[in-house]
């Protein structure tokens, strides 16, 4: 360390020294330079007076000449100035006259391929009233059929729940009346319009609805089926329990069941160990949730948890009971406080019960 920060010391005095050395030099070579441009400053000084005096002497027939120049240049320049902004002016007025030429020979051009092309023109307002005639045409069928096709089904339904109603006595199952609405709001007729029953190898356009309309229907069972709604919903509450266990389709359904799949009674087998106990440690850093987790599965599955520091502190608090117990049973008078050497200290440290001392935990003998 000595020998370190003696070296250091000789670093910052040679530092020290250099910069001394080179500001004495900056000083001298700057004094160099005043000297210098004080020499230079005079000599120009000088040169300066010399300068004026000649001038001074020299005749005025050149100022005058110099004057006279100096006159014509400028009304050259006055001149030069005033053709340019001429020029200009005139570059401008034949840009105009230009540009309104150009719009002239455009508007006569338009002029005349309009007149040629007025049947042609005419010919196309022709079309095009044509075809917007035609479009709203097609838009006025394509609005009266989709209406015609809404108000017969409305009829159809209507008359359908009247003739069901006049032929059951106003009483419509709610599985019939899905049925229609869902073909209602599919599109699809209420009535057969045709028979699928002997389905031809090439169906007609109608015995495709037919087909549409029981796929349709099919499909909305089964989504029923799967999803526990309608008719397989399952009452908890006990009002229509009963309606639903007398149901005669779904009783024919559990009993083919029962008679398709026979589930073999088979007595579990005895278990090839014994009964033991199984044992099981949980290790951990500090603060990290062991006794939660522990606590939380003797709360799912009843199992007794063993921890050392409870351990330890149940041994503690039962050893200062019973060291509490003694003294209380011992005779008051006579009684007197054991030496500093033969008292107990009890610390959470301990593993268990110091060794027994007859002296300490029993009563005194006189």
Same mark, same amino acid.
């Given at each position: 360390?000595?020998?370190?920060?003696?070296?250091?010391?000789?670093?910052?005095?040679?530092?020290?020294?250099?910069?001394?050395?080179?500001?004495?030099?900056?000083?001298?070579?700057?004094?160099?330079?005043? !000297?210098?441009?004080?020499?230079?400053?005079?000599?120009?000084?000088?040169?300066?007076?010399?300068?004026?005096?000649?001038?001074?002497?020299?005749?005025?027939?050149?100022?005058?000449?110099?004057?006279?120049?100096?006159?014509?240049?400028?009304?050259?320049?006055?001149?030069?100035?005033?053709?340019?902004? @001429?020029?200009?002016?005139?570059?401008?007025?034949?840009?105009?006259?230009?540009?309104? !030429?150009?719009?002239?020979?455009?508007?006569?051009?338009?002029?005349?391929?309009?007149?040629?092309?007025?049947?042609?023109?005419?010919?196309?307002?022709?079309?095009?009233?044509?075809?917007?005639?035609?479009?709203?045409?097609?838009?006025?069928?394509?609005? @009266?059929?989709?209406?015609?096709?809404?108000?017969?089904?409305?009829?159809?339904?209507?008359?359908?729940?009247?003739?069901?109603?006049?032929?059951?006595?106003?009483?419509?199952?709610?599985?019939?009346?899905?049925?229609?609405?869902?073909? @209602?709001?599919?599109?699809?007729?209420?009535?057969?319009?045709?028979?699928?029953?002997?389905?031809?190898?090439?169906?007609?356009?109608?015995?495709?609805?037919?087909?549409?309309?029981?796929?349709?229907?099919?499909?909305?069972?089964?989504?029923?089926?799967?999803?526990?709604?309608?008719?397989?919903?399952?009452?908890?509450?006990?009002?229509?329990?009963?309606?639903?266990?007398?149901?005669?389709?779904?009783?024919?359904?559990?009993?083919?069941?029962?008679?398709?799949?026979?589930?073999?009674?088979?007595?579990?087998?005895?278990?090839?160990?014994?009964? @033991?106990?199984?044992?099981?440690?949980?290790?951990?850093?500090?603060?990290?949730?062991?006794?939660?987790?522990?606590?939380?599965?003797?709360?799912?599955?009843?199992?007794?948890?063993?921890?050392?520091?409870?351990?330890?502190?149940?041994?503690?608090?039962?050893?200062?009971?019973?060291?509490?117990?003694?003294?209380?049973?011992?005779?008051?008078?006579?009684?007197?406080?054991?030496?500093?050497?033969?008292?107990?200290?009890?610390?959470?440290?301990?593993?268990?019960?110091?060794?027994?001392?007859?002296?300490?935990?029993?009563?005194?003998?006189?």
């Amino acid at each position: 360390m000595t020998g370190n920060r003696e070296y250091m010391e000789n670093i910052r005095l040679r530092l020290e020294e250099d910069s001394t050395a080179r500001e004495q030099r900056e000083m001298r070579r700057r004094r160099a330079l005043v !000297e210098q441009l004080r020499a230079q400053q005079t000599r120009q000084e000088e040169i300066r007076e010399q300068q004026m005096v000649k001038r001074l002497m020299r005749q005025t027939q050149q100022e005058k000449r110099i004057a006279v120049q100096l006159m014509q240049i400028k009304g050259q320049k006055e001149i030069l100035r005033q053709n340019r902004i @001429f020029q200009e002016r005139l570059n401008q007025e034949r840009r105009l006259q230009d540009f309104q !030429e150009a719009l002239d020979r455009e508007a006569v051009l338009l002029r005349v391929e309009r007149l040629e092309r007025s049947d042609e023109i005419h010919v196309e307002r022709q079309l095009h009233k044509r075809l917007a005639a035609e479009r709203a045409q097609a838009r006025y069928r394509k609005h @009266f059929h989709i209406c015609r096709g809404i108000l017969g089904q409305i009829v159809d339904l209507s008359t359908k729940v009247g003739e069901y109603r006049l032929l059951t006595d106003n009483l419509i199952l709610m599985k019939v009346m899905k049925e229609w609405m869902e073909m @209602f709001l599919s599109g699809n007729p209420l009535y057969e319009v045709a028979s699928v029953e002997p389905l031809p190898a090439e169906p007609t356009a109608e015995q495709i609805i037919e087909l549409q309309k029981l796929q349709m229907l099919n499909d909305r069972d089964y989504e029923q089926y799967v999803g526990m709604t309608g008719e397989w919903v399952w009452s908890e509450e006990g009002e229509d329990g009963a309606s639903r266990l007398n149901d005669d389709i779904l009783d024919h359904v559990v009993k083919r069941l029962k008679n398709m799949i026979q589930i073999p009674i088979s007595c579990s087998p005895s278990p090839v160990f014994p009964r @033991f106990t199984i044992r099981a440690c949980v290790l951990g850093k500090t603060h990290t949730g062991k006794t939660s987790c522990l606590t939380t599965i003797t709360n799912v599955l009843g199992v007794r948890v063993l921890s050392a520091g409870a351990l330890i502190q149940d041994v503690l608090t039962a050893h200062q009971q019973e060291k509490q117990t003694s003294w209380e049973r011992s005779p008051a008078e006579g009684l007197e406080t054991p030496p500093r050497d033969q008292q107990e200290i009890s610390s959470p440290l301990n593993s268990g019960p110091p060794a027994h001392d007859p002296d300490a935990s029993g009563p005194v003998q006189e």
